[in-house]
T-cell receptor, first 112, second 111 residues
Framework: DTEVTQTPKHLVMGMTNKKSLKCEQH?????MYWYKQKAKKPPELMFVYSYEKLSINESVPSRFSPECPNSSLLNLHLHALQPEDSALYLC???????????FGPGTRLTVT | TQLLEQSPQFLSIQEGENLTVYCNSSSVFSSLQWYRQEPGEGPVLLVTVVTGGEVKKLKRLTFQFGDARKDSSLHITAAQPGDTGLYLC???????????FGSGTRLQVQP
């Protein structure tokens, strides 16, 4: 099973809302990632978790808060977002840091 | 900062034509991956190459890793509309915690 699942598929939220994105993998991978992707651009790395510990935070604003409850799950908590945060949010996992990554289908987020 | 430059950035061709996409860097990578991404979907891993000079084939797609492990190419033979998408290369380095992604090549294959 090389599947990474993400929910929801689409999300529309207001600037005062609080929402969460969820990601799950059952490949036994020890590294998980959050990316943000704008239209026609490559993915931009946001956060990296390794063995359930935050390894990289690419200077992401605090209105994005990651959480790794266990080795299979990765959440991204959203609060007080701006319209410019609208994007495709991708989750990925890999056997370890620096290895090939497997991506989920993404969550299309629209902030109104 | 490690950089991976892809060329061309955009390519529009007719069905049946051949094409090559390039991924170049001044850095040495321990491995290199190619992904294809369709609109609104996540990137899908196509191949991983790890040995300098390595060539891998996936049906009509041929991937090559440069001898010095600084560059790679993707060649598609007889392109089909289903090949349309964003092609991304990504390099892994020993001791580096995340992959370095290239800028992407957007391919459009017209029927």
């Amino acid at each position: 099973d090389t599947e990474v699942t993400q929910t929801p598929k689409h999300l529309v939220m207001g600037m005062t809302n609080k929402k969460s994105l969820k990601c799950e993998q059952h490949m036994g991978h020890r590294a998980m990632y959050w990316y943000k992707q704008k239209a026609k651009k490559p993915p931009e790395l946001m956060f990296v978790y390794s063995y359930e510990k935050l390894s990289i935070n690419e200077s992401v604003p605090s209105r994005f808060s990651p959480e790794c409850p266990n080795s299979s799950l990765l959440n991204l908590h959203l609060h007080a977002l701006q319209p410019e945060d609208s994007a495709l949010y991708l989750c990925a996992s890999s056997p370890g840091l620096g290895y090939e990554q497997y991506f989920g289908p993404g969550t299309r987020l629209t902030v109104t | 900062t490690q950089l991976l430059e892809q060329s061309p950035q955009f390519l529009s061709i007719q069905e049946g034509e051949n094409l090559t996409v390039y991924c170049n860097s001044s850095s040495v990578f321990s491995s290199l991956q190619w992904y294809r991404q369709e609109p609104g979907e996540g990137p899908v891993l196509l191949v991983t190459v790890v040995t300098g000079g390595e060539v891998k084939k996936l049906k009509r797609l041929t991937f090559q890793f440069g001898d010095a492990r600084k560059d790679s190419s993707l060649h598609i033979t007889a392109a089909q509309p289903g090949d349309t998408g964003l092609y991304l290369c990504a390099g892994g380095e020993e001791g580096r915690r995340a992959l370095t992604f290239g800028s992407g090549t957007r391919l459009q294959v017209q029927p």
